[in-house]
C-alpha cells in the first residue's frame, strides 16, 4: 500500500506539496521520476532536492510485498506506479519466465511492468488491449499509473479497491486532497477503467465489468467455499488480524483465517455496545484472541477532525462508519500489524440489506457503486494508520461467482445472505453466529449515536456538523479548485 500520484506540468513546488499531503499512505520512502531524473530516498528531508517536469510520476511506499529497500517509480521505456497488492504474482513472474522476460527485483508490481512491457512491445497490443488483458490475468487489488510514449495511463482493478483519482489539468493521485493541495479538482477512475492523459486531452474507456461476466456452475456453494478459503489464504500475512464485529462475515473470515496462522481480531466500540458484546462472546466461542478500543464520547470528538481528513467528504455516514475502523485500526497499527482483513462486500454479493428483500436487483447496482461509496472510505481511513485492510470476500474469482449465484439461494422466505450462511455453517461457525441478524457499524459500535449527541451539543443536526468539520478540515485546501462540495 501507498501513496501513488504525479502527472503533467508539475513544478519542484508541487511535487513536495504532493508528498506532504500523501505520505501517510507511505511512510517507509519516496521515490520521484520526473523527465528522466530520479530521486528515491527514505529521509523525507531530501524532498527539497526533486525537480519539476513536464511528466511526472512519485510514489510513497508502504512496504507490505517484497524488498522493503525497493521504492517505486519502475522506469524503462517504461514508468511506472502501482499502489495495491498482486496475489498471483509469483504464478505471473513464471508465466513471464518461461518467455523469456527477466526481472531486477521480487517486487510484486514488477509483474505489472513486465506484462505491459510484453504486450505492447512483444505483442504489439494497443495500451487499451494490453491492459484489458492484464486486468483479466491480475488477481489483486490495484490502482496503476504508466508513462508509455508520452501519454499517461491509469487504471483501477475491476471491483475499485483501491483508489485513484485524476484532474482536468491532467493530474493523478491515491487521495483526493492531494490533488486538493495543489489547486486541482478530483475525479475517480472507475473500477476497471482506463484513462489516457495527453496534451490532447483525456479519454476514458471501461475495459471490464465483474457484473457482465458469466459463470455456470452445477454447485455454487460448494465453489463459493473453495473459493473463499483460497481467498483467505492468499491474503494473509504471518500473524492474521482481522477487523471484528462478530456478525457473520467478519466471523466466517476469522473462523478461515484460523486454520492457517494465528489470528487476532480487532474491535471497537462504546462500553455497552451491540458489536462490543457480540465481538466479545463469538470471540470466545472460537477460542481466538480479540483486542479492543473502547471510545468515549471525548475520543470520539478528537477523531472526528483526522477522520474527515480521511474519508474527504460531508458525509455523516461515512464519519460514522470511519469512527470505528479508525479506532480499530489504530490499535491495530499499534500492535505492530501493517495488515488486516475484512467482512466487507459480503452484504452486496449475498443479500445482506433489508432493502433487498423487495428489490433484489439493487444487489448489482450496490456492488458496482461498492468503491466510491464504502472501499474507498475504509482505504482511506485505515492508510492514516498506516494499515493496509484486504477483502476476501472481493476476490475476483468469488466475487464473480456470487454475483451468478440465483437470487434464490442468497434470498429466501425472507431471510438473507441464506447462500452464506450455509457455507458458514458447513465449516464449522456456530448456528447463532451464522444467523445473527445484520447490524452496520455506526449502529452497533454506538458511533453515530456519539456523533448526534455532540450535533446537539453544537446546536446542530448531524449533517450540519459534518458539513462544518469538513470545512474545518478542507474549507482553504479547496478554495479555488472547482470541486462540488
Given at each position: 500500500?501507498c501513496?501513488i500520484a ?7 513546488k508541487?511535487?513536495?506539496k ?7 499512505r507511505g511512510?517507509?520512502s ?5 523527465d528522466?531524473f530520479?530521486?528515491?530516498?527514505s529521509n523525507?528531508g ?6 519539476g517536469?513536464?511528466?511526472?510520476l512519485?510514489?510513497c ?8 529497500s525497493y521504492?517505486?517509480p ?6 511506472l506506479v502501482?499502489n ?9 513472474r513464471e508465466y ?13 508490481s514488477?509483474?505489472i511492468?513486465r506484462l ?6 512483444e505483442?504489439r497490443?494497443s495500451?487499451?488491449e494490453?491492459?484489458k ?6 488477481n489483486?487489488d490495484?490502482a496503476v499509473?504508466?508513462l ?10 475491476p ?5 485513484i483519482?485524476?484532474?482536468q489539468?491532467?493530474?493523478?493521485a491515491s487521495?483526493?486532497?492531494v490533488?486538493?493541495a ?10 476497471g ?8 486531452g ?19 456453494k ?7 478459503e ?6 494473509k ?9 462478530g456478525?457473520?462475515?467478519s ?10 496462522s494465528k ?5 471497537a466500540?462504546a462500553?455497552?455496545s451491540?458489536?462490543i ?22 475520543d470520539?470528538k478528537t477523531a ?9 467528504e460531508?458525509n455523516?455516514?461515512n ?11 489504530k490499535?491495530a497499527?499499534?500492535?505492530?500489524m501493517?495488515v488486516?482483513?475484512?467482512g466487507q462486500?459480503?452484504d452486496?454479493l ?5 432493502k ?8 448489482i447496482?450496490d456492488f458496482?457503486?461498492?468503491a ?13 494508520n498506516?494499515v ?15 454475483l ?6 442468497k434470498?429466501k422466505d425472507?431471510?438473507?445472505?441464506v ?13 447463532f453466529?451464522?444467523n ?9 459500535s454506538n458511533?453515530q449515536?456519539?456523533?448526534e449527541k455532540?450535533?446537539?451539543?453544537e446546536g446542530v443536526k ?24
Amino acid at each position: 500500500m501507498c501513496l501513488i500520484a504525479g502527472g503533467l506540468s508539475l513544478s519542484s513546488k508541487d511535487i513536495a506539496k504532493i508528498i506532504e499531503t500523501g505520505k501517510h499512505r507511505g511512510p517507509d520512502s519516496f521515490g520521484v521520476w520526473s523527465d528522466g531524473f530520479v530521486l528515491k530516498s527514505s529521509n523525507f528531508g531530501d524532498v527539497d532536492e526533486v525537480k519539476g517536469g513536464e511528466h511526472v510520476l512519485i510514489q510513497c511506499r508502504l512496504a507490505i510485498t517484497g524488498s522493503k529497500s525497493y521504492t517505486q517509480p519502475f522506469y524503462n521505456d517504461i514508468v511506472l506506479v502501482h499502489n495495491g497488492e498482486i496475489y498471483n504474482h509469483e504464478f505471473l513472474r513464471e508465466y513471464l519466465v518461461e518467455r523469456g522476460v527477466s526481472f531486477e527485483t521480487d517486487v510484486d508490481s514488477e509483474v505489472i511492468l513486465r506484462l505491459l512491457e510484453y504486450y505492447l512491445y512483444e505483442k504489439r497490443l494497443s495500451p487499451w488491449e494490453a491492459v484489458k488483458k492484464i486486468m483479466l490475468m491480475l488477481n489483486g487489488d490495484y490502482a496503476v499509473a504508466f508513462l508509455y510514449n508520452g501519454k499517461l495511463y491509469l487504471f483501477r482493478d475491476p471491483i475499485g479497491i483501491r483508489p485513484i483519482y485524476y484532474s482536468q489539468s491532467g493530474r493523478f493521485a491515491s487521495e483526493k486532497k492531494v490533488l486538493w493541495a495543489i489547486g486541482d479538482d478530483a475525479h475517480p477512475v472507475n473500477p476497471g477503467e482506463l484513462v489516457e492523459i495527453s496534451r490532447s486531452g483525456i479519454v476514458k474507456r471501461r475495459l471490464l465489468r465483474l457484473t457482465s461476466i458469466k459463470s455456470l456452475g452445477s454447485s455454487y456453494k460448494d465453489g463459493l467455499k473453495n473459493l473463499l478459503e483460497n481467498s483467505v489464504n492468499l491474503r494473509k500475512r504471518g500473524k492474521i488480524g482481522v477487523l471484528f464485529s462478530g456478525g457473520l462475515d467478519s466471523s466466517l473470515i476469522a473462523l478461515i483465517a484460523s486454520r492457517f496462522s494465528k489470528v487476532v481480531l480487532y474491535s471497537a466500540g462504546a462500553e455497552g455496545s451491540r458489536d462490543i458484546e457480540w465481538a466479545r462472546k463469538v470471540s470466545e466461542e472460537l477460542g481466538l484472541e480479540l483486542r479492543e478500543f473502547i471510545f468515549t464520547l471525548d475520543d470520539v470528538k478528537t477523531a472526528i477532525p483526522e477522520v474527515m481528513f480521511a474519508i474527504e467528504e460531508p458525509n455523516p455516514m461515512n464519519l460514522a462508519i470511519g469512527i470505528p475502523l479508525y479506532f480499530a485500526t489504530k490499535l491495530a497499527r499499534e500492535d505492530g500489524m501493517r495488515v488486516l482483513l475484512s467482512g466487507q462486500g459480503a452484504d452486496e454479493l449475498f443479500g445482506g440489506y433489508a432493502k433487498y428483500l423487495n428489490n433484489p436487483t439493487l444487489m448489482i447496482k450496490d456492488f458496482e457503486e461498492l468503491a466510491e461509496r464504502n472501499l474507498a472510505r475504509d482505504d482511506k481511513v485505515s492508510m492514516l494508520n498506516g494499515v493496509e485492510v484486504r477483502y476476501p470476500y472481493l476476490d475476483q474469482a468469488f466475487a464473480v461467482l456470487a454475483l451468478n449465484a440465483p437470487i434464490n439461494e442468497k434470498i429466501k422466505d425472507g431471510k438473507r445472505k441464506v447462500i452464506l450462511r450455509k457455507i458458514a455453517i458447513e465449516m464449522g461457525l456456530p448456528e447463532f453466529v451464522a444467523n445473527r441478524e445484520k447490524k452496520a457499524m455506526q449502529y452497533g459500535s454506538n458511533s453515530q449515536k456519539f456523533l448526534e449527541k455532540i450535533a446537539k451539543s453544537e446546536g446542530v443536526k448531524l449533517r450540519e456538523l459534518a458539513a462544518l468539520k469538513f470545512r474545518e478540515v478542507f474549507g482553504r485546501m479547496r478554495r479555488g479548485t472547482g470541486a462540488e462540495r
